[in-house]
């Protein structure tokens, strides 16, 4: 079992060192409003996973907030939380996210988030959320929670369409949240090839958007005891 490095202590006289990792520099600032007047707390940025990384290292948050989706991919911030966690990182970790996919949920918290909170969420719940992680609790909202709980619950079992090796393979990288060209690369493949592929998995899986690809992608490997 690995064991996690404690986050620095932080005298109570301080500032809430936050870490926000997200491509949108206007979420920041949003962080910076919601928690006026609320929470004591230095909001510090990062827009790309890879600053995100160098700037917990650098400026030792007491608590980082990760959007799951930047740039291309899907699933950037569950990267980052796996990637921090096998580095032995500690600190609290708040998953800030506009998908509500239980699916997605759970991933983000098997990676080693300590909470979730939704973007669309009132900053009442906003600042709780980032209160109680950074006390080092655990946070998701309710309906997730229920749905999360829901997933595993006996049932028929649905019937499940027949991949090719090739999609297989294709449809495990969606999974992680890469992005085409990503896959196209890693495969060794054109893009084209990925997208052809991938539009026939949207079709096998009926999914309508490739956010919904990722999310379906996730649950049938799931449902097949396939590692992702």
């Known amino acids: ?74 699933l950037a911030g569950v990267r980052l939380v796996q990637r921090l966690r096998a580095v032995g990182a500690g600190l609290p970790i708040l998953v800030f996210t506009m998908h509500r996919s239980p699916i997605i949920a759970r991933r983000a918290l098997q990676a080693g988030c300590n909470g979730i909170i939704m973007k669309d969420s009132p900053s009442d719940e906003i600042c709780e959320a980032l209160e109680v992680v950074a006390r080092g609790g655990d946070y998701v909202p309710a309906d997730i929670a229920r749905k999360i709980a829901l997933m595993d619950r006996p049932g028929a079992a649905l019937s499940r369409p027949r991949l ?30 990925v997208s052809n592929v ?9 999914a309508t958007s490739f956010a919904d690809l990722v999310v379906k992608a996730i649950r049938h490997l799931e449902d097949t005891g396939d590692r992702i």
Request: aromatic letters at 4%; one cysteine or more; hydrophobic letters at 35%.
């Open 1 to 74: 079992m690995m064991t996690l490095s404690p986050a620095p202590a932080r005298s109570q006289t301080q500032p809430l060192r936050v870490l926000i990792v997200d491509d949108h520099p206007v979420v920041a600032e949003g962080w910076d409003r919601i928690t006026h007047g609320r929470i004591d707390c230095e909001v510090i940025s990062a827009a790309r996973p890879s600053m995100g990384f160098r700037a917990w290292r650098t400026r030792q948050p007491d608590v980082m907030v990760i959007d799951l989706t930047m740039g291309d991919s899907k």
């Open 198 to 206: 991938s539009q026939t998995l949207k079709d096998k899986l009926r």
């Open 164 to 193: 090719t090796p090739r999609e297989l393979d294709i449809l495990r990288s969606i999974a992680e949240g890469l992005s085409y060209r990503e896959i196209a690369e890693r495969a060794n493949i054109s893009y084209k090839t």
